[in-house]
């Protein structure tokens, strides 16, 4: 089943930039590719907008990508990137937030701002991936937004990502804010049904996989989510094919269920033991510990925050929970919740480190976490 456009989808292209171009990360986004070509759904009507970026040279930068995880704005934007900086003289500065800061933070440290100002200066162009990360640095902030007067002065591109979350109040100062709306803002959404068909038919072939245009269908309607998620499900289903010595490549219906029976009794388990290690990671608790008898202030707390999420992320029941968390009881478990809900309500310093953990669990669970079978080369 070819890849081919309607009129629910279209087509951006997706041009490859050569690492010999770019000063900073060359490999941001490596891997977001469907024939080269972005498929969008009529939800993302401003990106048409990016199908000719030389209209975009006279525009007022910076062109500023938004969205989840795996939409594919990071490729779309060095894509854009790339074709705006083609003949100019200088390479693409392409930096994520953090190493940003990173930079920042050593050059102020080696006494080196004028060098690390004029090394921008001196780039086609900038690309910044990620923005939303410089909101704990102030510092980081101010200095981004004299580097965009700067760069402004000279026309030169600035091409940049970020989370949905990322014009909330209290993200960025005000100054950058201001700095950063004044220029052009597209929402990158995940594809929609239509796209997503498309994108399955053409991961399918990639796979050496075929099927019927009702499977497909079938698998757009329960595979909701974004282009990276169903290459990791293809991925899957390869592996478990293999697993089970089935060489035929032709997916049916009667296969998927099969499939899907297979994934769902691991699924719970590798999304409760990935709650845990992510708890234990933030908390500095050690998951036995989490999952033993200790009743010291820290380890009761970080093993009502798994209760916590466990029961807000995975609903599971307070008998289920108990058996995770050591054979507690259920008024046990009521009581974890109970505390970890309030200390939300009551110190917005902990509800803000309790939200970061929540994204870094969702985002891990998008991602797939850790297969329960080997994944093919």
């Keep these: 089943m070819a890849l081919t456009s309607d009129l629910a989808t279209f087509f951006l292209p997706i041009t490859g930039i050569d690492p010999a171009r770019i000063v900073g990360v060359a ?6 590719c469907v024939n080269n070509q972005f498929v969008g759904c009529p939800v993302n009507v401003g990106l048409k907008y990016l199908a000719n970026p030389d209209q975009l040279l006279d525009s007022d930068w910076p062109l500023i990508l938004f969205g989840p995880s795996g939409t594919g704005k990071t490729a779309i934007a060095l894509s854009i990137a790339s074709r705006v900086t083609d003949g100019s003289p200088g390479k ?3 930096l994520t937030a953090k190493d940003f800061c990173h930079r920042f933070a050593n050059a102020i440290e080696t006494n080196s701002t004028a060098q690390f100002r004029q090394s921008l200066f001196a780039a086609a162009g900038l690309f910044l991936d990620d923005i939303d990360q410089l909101k704990k640095y102030p510092a980081a902030q101010n200095e981004l937004t004299f580097l965009l007067d700067q760069l402004a002065i000279q026309s030169k591109p600035v091409i940049m990502t970020a989370d949905p979350q990322w014009l909330d109040s209290g993200c960025l100062v005000p100054k950058l804010h201001s700095r950063l709306t004044s220029g052009l803002c597209l929402h990158v959404h995940p594809p929609g049904y239509d796209a997503r068909r498309l994108i399955i ?4 072939a990639q796979f050496d996989c075929s099927m019927s245009i009702e499977v497909c269908d079938y698998l ?3 595979l909701s989510v974004t282009y990276p998620r169903i290459q990791l499900f293809f991925a899957q289903l390869g592996a478990w094919l293999k697993s089970q010595s089935i060489s035929e490549r032709q997916i049916d219906r009667t296969l998927l269920d099969s499939f899907f029976e297979h994934s769902n009794r691991y699924s719970k388990k590798r999304s409760v033991d990935s709650i845990l290690r992510l708890v234990s990671k933030a908390t500095g ?3 036995i510990d989490i999952k033993g008898k200790s009743r010291q202030q820290s380890t009761a707390l970080a093993r009502c925050i798994v209760v916590y999420f466990l029961r807000h992320h995975l609903n599971m029941s307070f008998a289920g929970i108990g058996q995770v968390v050591g054979g507690r009881d259920h008024s ?11 200390l939300i309500f009551e110190n917005e310093v902990q509800a803000t480190a309790l939200r970061e953990l929540e994204q870094a669990i969702i985002e891990n669970q998008l991602a797939g976490m850790e297969a329960d079978y080997e994944q093919p080369v």
Excluded at 27 to 32: D, E, F, L, M, R
Excluded at 201 to 204: C, K, L, P, R, Y
Excluded at 332 to 342: D, F, G, Q, W
């Design 201 to 204: 038919a053409d991961t399918a």
């Design 220 to 222: 757009s309607t329960v």
């Design 92 to 94: 693409l500065a392409a």
């Design 332 to 342: 046990t478990i009521m009581h974890s919740l109970k505390r970890v809900e309030m």
């Design 285 to 287: 608790i050690r998951v």
């Design 27 to 32: 490999n941001i986004g490596a891997g977001y």
